[in-house]
């Protein structure tokens, strides 16, 4: 068995299969495990880092739970359960309360005028959630005749057909690019509305939320500590082929092209990955091809600054803004200086 990509999910395949007895051989084009799970430690001073992927758990996310526990990965609650969400628009800084909002200036209509940030989001998002239950959140997924014309529109759309002012849609849209990232007026409102009825929607986060303890990577390392005879890194795959008797890929081996013969190929990395890799004998259906083409992926970024002491007030704070880099947050402490003062 090839396994192409040591992500998470690589990972997983690669476990479940070398428990079974199969021989499995993963390959994987980076110098490290789990792809998107992906913790920055340089430049930063020794024992500080940030995520640049992956950075909470919730009891939800059954799957990485289980594995987890399994593996003996420690956890630690999630920087987002005890943050103090707040706003800076205008140049003032304001809370999320009616009086505080009110504050600001912004063109929203009366009622908005008495409402929270988060009774804007109960308003606009977590109305209709509840007007398409049960199927909404239904574990098959089924895209039925009530949630279809959701997936027609945008999220902005949507906001706008709820009768959300411009002033509201620009309090709510943080909330949106903090946990998916991407442009209100390009993503499908029936994705946004399927997160925000789950539990993992942020206006929903509880004390079960977690992280893991010393940084995400530590999932994807735990896995690869298990199944380091199998793990191949520096080696790109660039084409998936099978016929009736095997399936082969070809990959780079420091500049050298090498094909490998198996039974089974289970491909597990991004789209955006995959649509550099030729797959046009891996006998993929049409409707496969097209996901593989058409499916777009959302950008977020996110900018990391260490500083000697925090100058500001507040520990744990998050601003949702109107300036360009609309989120700003407090990356709590995660190291005790000599002296005793916490570094962020």
């Keep these: 068995m090839v396994v192409v990509g040591a992500g998470l999910s690589g990972l997983a395949i690669a476990h479940e299969l070398t428990q079974r007895g199969s021989d499995v051989t993963v390959l994987e084009a980076s110098e490290r495990p789990g792809g998107r799970a992906y913790t920055l430690r340089a430049p930063f001073a020794e024992g500080l880092y940030a995520e640049a992927g992956a950075m909470t758990v919730t009891p939800y996310c059954h799957y990485a739970m289980h594995y987890i526990r399994e593996l003996g990965v420690e956890l630690e ?9 707040s706003h800076f628009f205008g140049g003032r800084f304001a809370g999320t309360d009616p009086a505080s909002l ?21 308003r606009y998002v977590q109305a209709i959630c509840r007007e398409i239950q049960p199927e909404i959140t239904a574990p098959e997924w089924r895209v039925t005749e009530r949630m279809a014309p959701y997936d027609l529109r945008s999220v902005h759309q949507v906001l706008r057909e709820q009768g959300a002012s411009d002033a509201a849609i620009d309090l709510i849209e943080p909330y949106f690019l903090e946990m998916r990232g991407g442009d209100l007026k390009s993503a499908s409102a029936l994705a946004w509305l399927r997160h925000e009825a789950s539990p993992h929607s942020l206006v929903k986060a509880d004390p079960r939320w977690s992280k893991i303890k010393g940084g995400t990577d530590q999932f994807p390392r735990a896995f690869a500590e298990r199944l380091k005879d199998h793990i191949h890194y520096r080696r790109t795959v660039v084409r998936v082929e099978q016929d009736d008797t095997a399936a082969r ?4 081996d420091q ?15 991004p789209f955006s990955v995959a649509r550099h890799i030729d797959l046009s004998d891996a006998r993929f259906s049409d409707a496969k091809h097209d996901a593989i083409r058409r499916l777009k992926y959302s950008s977020i970024v996110r900018v990391y600054l260490q500083m000697r002491w925090k100058f500001w007030k507040d520990a744990n704070a998050s601003y949702s803004t109107d300036l360009r880099v609309r989120w700003v947050r407090d990356a709590p402490p995660t190291r005790r200086d000599h002296d005793g003062s916490w570094s962020a």
Excluded: I, K
């Design 77 to 85: 609650t999630s920087d987002l359960v005890e943050t103090d969400f």
């Design 102 to 122: 009110n504050r600001l200036g912004l063109p929203m209509n009366d009622e908005e005028r008495r409402m929270s940030t988060n009774e804007m989001v109960d």
């Design 249 to 252: 890929v070809t990959f780079t």
């Design 255 to 269: 500049g050298r092209l090498q094909t490998m013969e198996a039974d089974r190929v289970v491909l597990t990395v």
